[in-house]
């Protein structure tokens, strides 16, 4: 993830150094095409430590997803994703789901990394 794209999603564009990323050991991000608003951000981080950490940042990024709904995506992706956008923190992982089916999804990640 190059350091501009990590500003754009957890920094809101400052470009400020985020500690928290330096300590991933590996992740996936899937964003919709579009207006639509659904996300899934999974880390795997150093430690459980590194994973509280990282899920103080994912909040962060919720809750500007939140905040910026109202003109950057389509009127029903609010209601059907970003209201209920979600961080889950097992051991050393942590996740932001913004779907429509976050304890399902979570569910699933959960037995994959079990």
């Known amino acids: 993830m190059t350091k501009r794209l990590q500003s754009l999603l957890y920094d809101e564009g400052r470009g400020r150094s985020l500690p928290e990323l330096s300590q991933v050991v590996d ?14 951000h999974i880390f795997r981080m150093k430690s459980p430590y590194d994973a509280r950490n990282m899920k103080k940042l994912l909040l962060r990024r919720a809750e500007l997803m939140k905040r910026r709904s109202l003109y950057l995506f389509a009127p029903e992706a609010y209601e059907n994703y970003l209201c209920s956008a979600a961080v889950y923190r097992e051991d050393e992982y942590v996740f932001l789901l ?12 959960r037995e994959r990394i079990g």
């Open 27 to 40: 992740y996936a991000v899937c964003l919709s095409d579009g207006i639509y608003g659904m996300e899934i």
């Open 98 to 109: 913004c779907t429509g089916d976050n304890e399902q999804i979570a569910a699933a990640i």
